[in-house]
């Protein structure tokens, strides 16, 4: 009798385990994250990893749920829209892509501010970011907030159907698309080439026609869209600007989680932005060894050629300081961020290289 009972206890108890144990893993709190990209993109990498941290370090409690494409909004006004009405809860973009609303975070497009790879990811982790994350909170009224800034892409490089650009001479009656913004086609104006507005989906066939000789874009989206074989061959990789991935989520949702939930969605965007830090570089490896292999010619600009680079686009900066909103604030913060990480790293190399 007494071994009987016993049996029906430890039935009884492992029912009620697996009962709590059910109930312990609903989600207490279910996350609807947009990236307006594929499954082979750094952005898919990133949520990827946010994923996995976010529902494990929760035990559960959070749950996010992946929309790849234009499932739930298609571009930046859409989605932000989305975050604003709770259809979204976190959505990435680009700069150019939510410029309309923010118009500062076209800083990120201002050429040879940011030198490296190692210098971004410095700036990106610092309390910079924090100034920002402020102000885009104060213009949506308190909507939308900046949770970090990760990489898409890589960086920006110019390429071409003609000829190895190495100074800004090389330049010289090239039309070079660009999106239909101003501070793009302000920088290629100030090289000496025209800017020359064209959809992405039309790229392939404007270089095919002669439509644009040229773009500015990281390699991984020349390959993935097979550029070389509508004539792209030149690529100069002068690297003038970042390929920031802007992170945002619906603040309302965000404090209403408690504190130690909220640290676990903090840290979970940590671990994203590493994750899109590292996939471009991998992925570019790749690439570049694929444009050469069909003839493609890569070419590294001398600091002396990039100074002459730089020099020219500096009418840009004051373009940006004079007719951007808080333009002038946040030029001079990204600027001071970005020369405080290279006197760090300064310092760094007058130890490591002893």
């Given at each position: 009798?007494?071994?009987?009972?016993?049996?029906?206890?430890?039935?009884?108890?492992?029912?009620?385990?697996?009962?709590?144990?059910?109930?312990?893993?609903?989600?207490?709190?279910?996350?609807?994250?947009?990236?307006?990209?594929?499954e082979n993109d750094e952005d898919y990498d990133g949520?990827?990893?946010?994923?996995?941290?976010?529902?494990?370090?929760?035990?559960?409690?959070?749950?996010?749920?992946?929309?790849?494409?234009?499932?739930?909004?298609?571009?930046?006004?859409?989605?932000?829209?989305?975050?604003?009405?709770?259809?979204?809860?976190?959505?990435?973009?680009?700069?150019?892509?939510?410029?309309?609303?923010?118009?500062?975070?076209?800083?990120?497009?201002?050429?040879?501010?940011?030198?490296?790879?190692?210098?971004?990811?410095?700036?990106?982790?610092?309390?910079?970011?924090?100034?920002?994350?402020?102000?885009?909170?104060?213009?949506?009224?308190?909507?939308?907030?900046?949770?970090?800034?990760?990489?898409?892409?890589?960086?920006?490089?110019?390429?071409?159907?003609?000829?190895?650009?190495?100074?800004?001479?090389?330049?010289?009656?090239?039309?070079?698309?660009?999106?239909?913004?101003?501070?793009?086609?302000?920088?290629?104006?100030?090289?000496?080439?025209?800017?020359?507005?064209?959809?992405?989906?039309?790229?392939?066939?404007?270089?095919?026609?002669?439509?644009?000789?040229?773009?500015?874009?990281?390699?991984?989206?020349?390959?993935?869209?097979?550029?070389?074989?509508?004539?792209?061959?030149?690529?100069?990789?002068?690297?003038?600007?970042?390929?920031?991935?802007?992170?945002?989520?619906?603040?309302?949702?965000?404090?209403?989680?408690?504190?130690?939930?909220?640290?676990?969605?903090?840290?979970?965007?940590?671990?994203?932005?590493?994750?899109?830090?590292?996939?471009?570089?991998?992925?570019?490896?790749?690439?570049?060894?694929?444009?050469?292999?069909?003839?493609?010619?890569?070419?590294?600009?001398?600091?002396?050629?990039?100074?002459?680079?730089?020099?020219?686009?500096?009418?840009?900066?004051?373009?940006?300081?004079?007719?951007?909103?808080?333009?002038?604030?946040?030029?001079?913060?990204?600027?001071?961020?970005?020369?405080?990480?290279?006197?760090?790293?300064?310092?760094?190399?007058?130890?490591?290289?002893?």
């Amino acid at each position: 009798m007494f071994n009987k009972t016993k049996k029906m206890l430890s039935a009884a108890l492992i029912g009620s385990s697996i009962a709590l144990s059910g109930a312990a893993m609903a989600a207490d709190y279910n996350l609807r994250a947009v990236a307006n990209s594929n499954e082979n993109d750094e952005d898919y990498d990133g949520l990827v990893v946010f994923k996995d941290y976010v529902e494990a370090a929760s035990n559960g409690a959070i749950k996010v749920d992946l929309y790849i494409g234009t499932q739930l909004c298609a571009n930046g006004t859409e989605c932000l829209q989305a975050i604003e009405d709770g259809s979204v809860d976190i959505y990435i973009s680009t700069s150019g892509g939510v410029a309309s609303t923010f118009p500062y975070v076209q800083m990120f497009d201002l050429p040879y501010v940011m030198a490296n790879d190692r210098v971004a990811e410095e700036v990106l982790t610092g309390p910079f970011v924090r100034d920002l994350r402020d102000q885009m909170l104060a213009d949506s009224d308190g909507v939308v907030r900046l949770m970090t800034i990760g990489n898409t892409g890589g960086w920006r490089n110019f390429a071409n159907t003609k000829r190895t650009l190495k100074s800004p001479a090389d330049f010289d009656g090239l039309k070079i698309r660009t999106v239909v913004a101003d501070l793009p086609q302000e920088l290629v104006k100030a090289l000496g080439a025209s800017p020359t507005p064209i959809p992405w989906p039309e790229l392939f066939s404007s270089f095919q026609t002669g439509v644009v000789d040229g773009s500015k874009n990281g390699i991984t989206d020349i390959m993935g869209m097979k550029f070389p074989e509508a004539g792209l061959k030149y690529v100069t990789l002068d690297g003038h600007a970042y390929m920031a991935a802007l992170w945002m989520m619906n603040n309302e949702v965000f404090t209403s989680m408690p504190e130690d939930m909220r640290k676990v969605v903090v840290d979970g965007f940590a671990a994203l932005q590493q994750a899109t830090f590292a996939s471009p570089k991998r992925k570019s490896i790749q690439a570049y060894q694929e444009f050469k292999e069909i003839g493609g010619e890569l070419y590294v600009p001398t600091p002396a050629e990039k100074a002459a680079l730089a020099e020219a686009a500096k009418p840009v900066y004051d373009w940006f300081q004079t007719n951007v909103r808080e333009g002038d604030r946040f030029f001079k913060a990204f600027q001071a961020a970005s020369q405080g990480a290279e006197a760090k790293f300064a310092e760094e190399y007058e130890r490591d290289l002893m």
